[in-house]
Structure formats: structure tokens, C-alpha cells
């Protein structure tokens, strides 16, 4: 039996403290720990941009050369702030049930892919959301219990599909709630269950 399987609430617990042993904790990360939905919510469509510009952006691309690719798409929301305001409006007014329209509807964000799409609603919703990137696809690969899983075996970490996200996010949806229900809890979301991923290994 592997640790995904295992659910050992103390090695869980530990998984996720190594996440914050490996990020840099800064004001930024700490923000995005943080974020309240109601004032993304709140913002004026100005502020959403600046937020996605300078917060969310930064924190998500991390490597240089692929934000500033990123920055440049969203630029373009600039001559067309008034698509943004609808988009915006679109984020809290989907069905959080529904993982497909949640992706589409970030990913209608210049800049943002399924990968970027699902880091922006796992900091939004994260009781619904987790991220879904290269370093989760790549931890996953790691565990016996997905040794058969066809599925997951086929998703190539660097070009994540729309399709391949939507199943991610429902992997770590069903882990969250098999942990709290075996440590009768509701301390486990998917956006924590992402963290643990991105970490594991490392």
C-alpha cells in the first residue's frame, strides 16, 4: 500500500506541511493562501485586471519567460475590459458542481489554459478546485494505485487538455472527501490535496 492509498491522517498532515517547507513564503503566497472569493467578486473590472496582472499571474508562472507570454495574452483585455467584466461576472455564477464549465469559463481569460485556468479557481473556490498542473500529473505517476489508470497514464504533464483537467479535478474531489469521511472531518479540500501533490516527492 503507497501513501495515496494509505490515508494516514498524520503522513497527509505532513505531506501538506512540506508544501510550505518548499515555497518561498512570501506576501504573495500568503495572499493566495488567504484569498477571499467575495472581493475577487467585488472588484471592479480595473482591479480584476491588476489582480490577475500582478497577483495571480505572478504567483501561477513562475517562470519568467512564461508569464511574460501570459502577461502579453491578458494585455489584451485591456482593449476589451468590458469581455473581462463578463467574464468576471461568469466566475461566480457557474455551478461550482460542475468542473467543465468552471474550467471554461477561467480559461475564456486571455493568458490562462487548463492548467492556469485550474490554479485560479482552486485559490477561488478551493472546497471545489484544485490546481491541476505538470507537478500533479507527474505525482500521481508516482503511485502503484495508478499503475492501471489509462486514463492518467495517457495525460502528457506539459499539454494538459481541457478533458484531462476536468478528470484531474474530480480525482482530488473524490480524495478529499474519501479522507474526510475515513477521519470525520472537513478539513480536506482538493486545492489542499493539490499541494500535497505539488510537493510530494521533492
Not at 505517476?141 to 489508470?149: K, N, R
Amino acid at each position: 500500500m503507497d501513501f495515496w492509498d494509505g490515508n494516514s491522517q498524520a503522513d497527509w498532515l505532513l505531506a501538506e506541511g512540506h508544501y510550505w517547507d518548499l515555497v518561498k513564503e512570501t506576501d504573495l503566497e500568503r495572499r493566495m493562501e488567504a484569498l477571499c472569493s467575495q472581493e475577487v467578486k467585488n472588484m471592479n473590472t480595473e482591479e480584476f485586471f491588476d489582480f490577475l496582472f500582478y497577483e495571480y499571474f505572478v504567483w501561477k508562472y513562475t517562470a519568467k519567460n512564461r508569464l511574460a507570454t501570459a502577461r502579453k495574452q491578458l494585455q489584451k483585455h485591456r482593449d476589451t475590459l468590458s469581455e473581462l467584466k463578463a467574464i468576471q461576472k461568469a466566475l461566480f455564477s457557474f455551478d461550482l458542481n460542475d468542473s467543465g464549465q468552471g474550467l471554461r469559463t477561467a480559461m475564456r481569460i486571455k493568458g490562462l489554459g487548463p492548467a492556469g485556468a485550474s490554479g485560479l479557481l482552486a485559490i477561488l473556490f478551493p472546497q471545489y478546485f484544485g490546481t491541476v498542473d505538470q507537478f500533479v500529473v507527474k505525482s500521481l505517476a508516482q503511485f502503484e494505485f495508478f499503475a492501471a489508470d489509462l486514463t492518467l497514464q495517457k495525460i502528457k504533464p506539459d499539454s494538459i487538455s481541457e478533458e484531462d483537467a476536468v478528470y484531474l479535478i474530480e480525482l482530488l474531489k473524490r480524495k478529499a472527501r474519501e479522507l474526510n469521511r475515513i477521519h470525520h472531518t472537513d478539513y480536506w479540500t482538493p486545492r489542499r490535496i493539490d499541494k500535497v501533490l505539488w510537493a510530494w516527492g521533492r
